[in-house]
């Protein structure tokens, strides 16, 4: 059964949960492991009270091969944006959770569903997109963000898109689940508007994505190649981005894992 997370610290996780409550029936269900729990059909809800990114503690207390977060996103830039990503930390820097040099396990297909609900919703012009990899918490159980914000505004309008987009991948029985590779992204910024291109068009599902300002730590790719519940095939390069030699090194390591590549 999947679980959605969400925190009560968080104005966006909370308003995005309510919507979906409201909206989709879900029943109380009282108290979960000590969370607030809440179901409707095969799909549960919990609420936890501190920031989801400090959450590794559900690995230990939900059973379930699916977790997905409802998260505020944050932007220094103050752009809005509607996302996902998975989690993890590819260098020795941990400052918003999870463990150094640790990558959480990722769930592509899902998160390509929900990037794909969010792109056919309503959004205003507002940016849909992967961002890379990054932060905490630090989990073996598949999991996802799903977020809205940005502006550092909070608006009800975003926090329903997200909603109905995690819902409407949750509830959809048939699904439009047509892809070509499960994939690693390799280059580009923290938003990888190409990558996200290329997941709406069905040619891959991204598991993670590490961005050109990480590319030092491509003994990592190792981890993103089985860290995920279905495992990458190919790792796409965004070529323009990488200089000759760190190409060459992650050429190399993508040869010692057994990895294909394209370019783009």
Known sequence: MPFIAYSKIDPTSMETADFIRNEFGFEYKGELNGFEHYRFENIDMVGIDSALIEADFLDAQLDTDLIIFLSMHKSSAGIKSL???????????????????????????????????????????????????????????????????????????????????????????????????????????????RFTKLALEGKYAFSHIMPKYFLDEYEMLGQASVRSNRAPEIAVMEWKSINKEVRDRIISRLNDIGMDYARI
């Open 83 to 193: 996302t996902v990503h998975s989690e993890g930390n590819w260098s020795n820097e941990s400052k918003l959770g999870g463990h150094p040099r640790e990558l959480s396990f990722a769930a592509p297909l899902e998160m390509s569903f929900i990037l794909k609900h969010m792109s056919l919703l309503p959004h205003d012009g507002i940016d849909v997109v992967y961002e890379a990899t990054h932060h905490g918490p630090f989990l073996r159980t598949p999991s996802l963000f799903a977020e809205f914000g940005g502006s550092g505004l909070f608006e009800k309008e975003g926090s329903a898109t997200v909603a109905k987009a995690v819902m409407g991948y949750l509830l959809d029985k048939n699904g439009n689940k047509n892809f070509d590779k499960i994939a690693i992204g390799i280059g580009g910024g923290h938003y990888s508007q």
